[in-house]
């Protein structure tokens, strides 16, 4: 999902805030994230490689608890997770 796509319907611009979500993921040959940003999106944002087992993609977040999951090599991992923006 383009990043483009998130911004219509949410919150005025200047109300989101950049984030860089940096993730470790052993061996992975892709990583992506999805959440209350993406909609749940199956496809979720993709990640690049950014050092051994490091990912990481920089996204538009309205302020507020954020929940998301990972998707790693296009399989759901793991429970909810979430943060405070």
């Known amino acids: 999902m383009k ?3 998130l911004e219509r319907g949410t919150a005025p611009s200047e109300a989101l805030r950049e984030v860089t979500i940096v993730i470790r993921a052993r ?3 892709s990583v992506a994230i999805t959440g209350d940003f993406t ?3 199956s496809e979720g944002i993709r990640l690049t490689p950014r050092g ?3 990912w990481a993609a920089t996204v538009l977040l309205e302020p ?3 929940r998301y999951r990972l998707i790693v090599e296009g399989k759901l991992s793991g429970g909810f997770a979430g943060g405070r923006i």
Do not use: M, P
């Open 3 to 5: 990043q483009a796509e």
């Open 27 to 29: 061996r992975a040959a």
């Open 39 to 41: 909609r749940w999106s």
């Open 52 to 54: 051994k087992d490091e």
């Open 64 to 66: 507020g608890e954020n």
